[in-house]
Nanobody, 124 residues
Framework: QVHLVESGGGLVQAGGSTGLSCAAS????????MAWFRQAPGKEREFVAG????????DYADSVKGRFTISRDNRRNTVYLQMNSLKPEDTAVYYC?????????????????WGQGTQVTVSS
């Protein structure tokens, strides 16, 4: 069983930056693909970014390409999401997640493990 705990986020002004962290425990972190999802009020949870187990491959939603960067540190069992040039539409609860696949899925149902989420609010 993999346990994921997110931290970071909070209130940020539009155009600003912030970062999220997700600490993993209870499994072999370096064996897992990791991803970030987000869910805005009244909307479906959506894929934001994913990273392969080795960290060599990444994938991003079109809405965040060029602004967000996902990375991981397998020695620290942690995955990160650096968010730059934030927009009000980035406001959401951000979730860390891990699938049991060897590729990076963009579909929520392919993810088995989830964190509790952390709020990011971007003010205009």
């Amino acid at each position: 069983q993999v346990h994921l705990v997110e931290s970071g986020g909070g209130l940020v002004q539009a155009g600003g930056s912030t970062g999220l962290s997700c600490a993993a425990s209870g499994g072999t972190f370096s064996a897992y693909v990791m991803a970030w999802f987000r869910q805005a009020p009244g909307k479906e949870r959506e894929f934001v970014a994913g990273i392969s187990a080795t960290g060599y491959s990444t994938d991003y939603a079109d809405s965040v390409k060029g602004r967000f960067t996902i990375s991981r540190d397998n020695r620290r069992n942690t995955v990160y999401l650096q968010m730059n040039s934030l927009k009000p539409e980035d406001t959401a609860v951000y979730y860390c997640a891990a699938p049991t696949t060897s590729y990076i899925p963009q579909i929520r149902n392919e993810y088995k493990y989830w964190g509790q989420g952390t709020q990011v609010t971007v003010s205009s």
